[in-house]
């Protein structure tokens, strides 16, 4: 059984930050890429920014410059360091990892439950 389980939402003010975390558990062969997706009521999921084990990132451009993503791959957990927050930020973040649970097995799309970021004030 694979599980992520995210934690770091919360309510934080604009220019404020957060750090988001995702841990990944269970038995698999590899996991790659992890990332972060955010979905608005009524809008698709869309990619935050994803991260191979090799280190290689990607992000939206609504977050270059104010967001960081990381990973540990000795604890199979991806981090998101979000900076200079903004109302529009506000929205459930999903932790994703792909996932291949062993070499006889096809990889397959793993999510967390959500967690949710408000920028307010």
């Known amino acids: 059984q694979v599980q992520l389980v995210e934690s770091g939402g919360g309510l934080v003010q604009p220019g404020g930050s957060l750090r988001l975390s995702c841990a990944a558990s269970?038995?698999?062969?590899?996991?790659?890429?992890m990332g972060w997706y955010r979905q608005a009521p009524g809008n698709q999921r869309e990619l935050v920014a994803d991260?191979?084990?090799?280190?290689?990132?990607n992000y939206a451009d609504s977050v270059k410059g104010r967001f960081t993503i990381s990973r540990d791959n000795a604890k199979n957990t991806v981090y998101l360091q979000m900076n200079s927050l903004k109302p529009e930020d506000t929205v459930v973040y999903y932790c994703?990892?792909?996932?291949?649970?062993?070499?006889?097995?096809?990889?397959?799309?793993?999510w967390g439950q959500g967690t949710q970021v408000t920028v307010s004030s």
């Open positions: 991260i191979t084990s090799y280190g290689t990132t």
């Open positions: 269970g038995i698999f062969f590899s996991i790659n890429p």
């Open positions: 994703n990892a792909n996932i291949r649970r062993s070499l006889s097995t096809q990889r397959a799309d793993y």
